[in-house]
């Protein structure tokens, strides 16, 4: 699903760079080549990188 119209980036792109280590929604738009435009979709990016990692986190923690 697209996540920011203006770049035409799309939540599996954003999930990607969140399982690489990125934190930040700006981080991850400029990784894919532009920063964000509007910014209206910022939150909703954040919140996807925040639960990919959140996920990372407990899948990682599993055999500790």
Do not use: F, H, K
């Amino acid at each position: 699903m697209y996540v920011c119209i203006c770049n035409g980036y799309r939540d599996a792109e954003l999930r990607q760079l969140a399982q690489e280590g990125v934190s930040c929604a700006v981080e991850a738009y400029c990784t894919l080549g532009n920063g964000p435009c509007c910014g209206r979709c910022l939150d909703s990016a954040q919140q996807i990188i925040n639960e990919t990692r959140g996920a990372a986190a407990l899948l990682g923690g599993a055999g500790d």
